[in-house]
């Protein structure tokens, strides 16, 4: 269901994005609304899902998990009685940054973050190939990610 944003909706939503603390009196103030309407407009659109969580973004390297990577995985048999379990313990590992169940060849992309290139290789071989589950894996390792910084509605 698309959510009908205004020109206020869509301001409000591109300052949150740069500064997700930024004051509800700093918020009114940059997109031109009394304070009390700025909450009531932030209100709505998390009541509406439009704005979905305020979270911190962790550099991983901070963490001492400098190399990131994707893991294309393949499942058989794809069933939510094999995929469920499997998406909990992906879930579930201090290495994973998101799952993404995909279509077309491969079922699975996980984003991993890891100390060092021998923790990669342990995860893939005692974490990943044993499971009986999993028929293939192809990993490709991140050289740079880049964020689009503003998510705003496609006209």
Known sequence: MKSELDSVDRAILTEL???ARLPNKDLAARVGVA???A???V???RARGVISAFRAEVDTAALGRPLQALLAL???PH???IV???RAFVLGMPETIALFHVAGPDDFLVHVAVP???HLHRLLLEKFLVRPEIVHVQTSLIFRTEHQPIQRPVD
């Open 17 to 19: 994005q740069n500064d």
């Open 43 to 45: 209100r709505s659109l």
């Open 35 to 37: 304070p009390s309407t």
């Open 116 to 118: 060092d290139a021998d």
């Open 74 to 76: 393949r499942v058989r």
């Open 39 to 41: 909450l009531e407009r």
């Open 79 to 81: 069933t939510s009685r």
């Open 84 to 86: 469920d379990p499997l």
